[in-house]
């Protein structure tokens, strides 16, 4: 898989293509990705990048000829089948439906906003896609981006190693996650659930599943309106609702 980055601070995504999981698969050549500054793209001398906002207000916007030329020579470079997105709080929200699907685009340009955002033209005639993270306001597109990134990246095969942690991720299989936990067996007079001492793996499994649902019917029960429960799911569900209330 393919990104291409228009940003005015590429230095950001070391965070991602220099760490942890995804900075492996960008090492191994699972994932690559370029950088486009549009301060590279100025011609003025003190490399403008930002301009007053027609109408007056407070802020500035990116100037619109540095950052078109940026993401001119991202797209030239991506060729044909590229999807352009620009990261702002008007974007579609973010969520594992969307990185399964943005994942199946294979490449994908980023577009990061800085000061009060970009010419709005420039999003009418050369952005595909808006995402957003979340309802608030960061200083930038960046984090966004490589929350993006990040989670995309994820769904990459060969990019977790063992497929099966991106299917235990939350949310992959439309629940939150169970409880995680390693030595020591007894911290703080807290014992590890014994279940998972066992080496009973069906009954892990079960475990897991149950603790699972438990979980999203107490945190994210709005999680459950749109998660068809088969017979054995529903079956736990009712075992830890009856627990919980007992
Ligand atoms: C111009 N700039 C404003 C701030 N911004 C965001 O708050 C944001 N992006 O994606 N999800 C978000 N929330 C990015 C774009």
Redesign the pocket.
Known sequence: MWFGIVSLFPEMFGAVTDSGVTGRAVKKGLIDVDFWNPRDFTLDVHRTVDDRPFGGGPGMV?KVEPLLAALTAAKAHAGAGVRTI????Q?RQ?DQQGVSELVEAEKLILV???????DERIIETEIDEE???????????E???MCLFDAVSRQVPGVLGHEGSAEQDSFMNGLLDCPHYTRPEIFKGLAVPQVLLSGHHENIRRWRLKQSLGRTWLKRPDLLQHRNLDKLEQTLLDEFMQEHRS
């Open positions: 990116m620009y990261l702002s709080p974007g973010l990061c906003g800085r000061y009060e955002g970009i995402w957003s993270i979340g309802d608030f306001v960061l200083s930038g597109g984090l966004a981006a």
